[in-house]
């Protein structure tokens, strides 16, 4: 934070993009060039695996590190890409949320895990990994 003054940092989070548009693709290709991202929204726990959809093949596990925590998984409403049975979108592994569970997320019955949001003094640096 380069300012004098306290900002809180209401979101963070870090986009998972995985290759999971089955639409306009044949059953081989979907087999061949897809995956399937599975969240564990389970804070300092939690984890992405990327599958193929082959399920043979490497799996990607995307874990938080230190203190980072796992709290919440959004979807990418800013993403273009039309949604559809075939493509329900691409989505944030969020670290913290509350400017979300405070606004677009309130009237859903809240947050799976409680939503955060830390303050970063003037002249502080706060680092997610």
Do not use: C
């Amino acid at each position: 934070n380069t300012l004098p003054q306290p900002v809180e940092l209401g979101a963070f989070g870090l986009s998972v993009i995985a290759d999971q548009v089955f639409t306009d693709r044949s059953l081989e290709l979907i087999g061949t060039e897809t995956s399937f991202a599975d969240p564990a929204i389970l804070g300092q726990h939690g984890y992405v695996q990327v599958v193929p959809t082959s399920g043979t093949g490497s799996v990607l596990l995307v874990l938080p590190e230190g203190n980072t925590s796992f709290e919440a998984w959004r979807m990418l409403m800013e993403d273009p890409t039309p949604r559809s049975v075939t493509f329900e979108g691409f989505y944030s592994m969020m670290a913290h949320s509350k400017g979300y569970a405070e606004a677009e997320w309130a009237a859903g019955g809240g947050p799976f895990n409680p939503a955060t949001s830390p303050t970063i003094r003037g002249g502080e640096t706060y680092t997610v990994a």
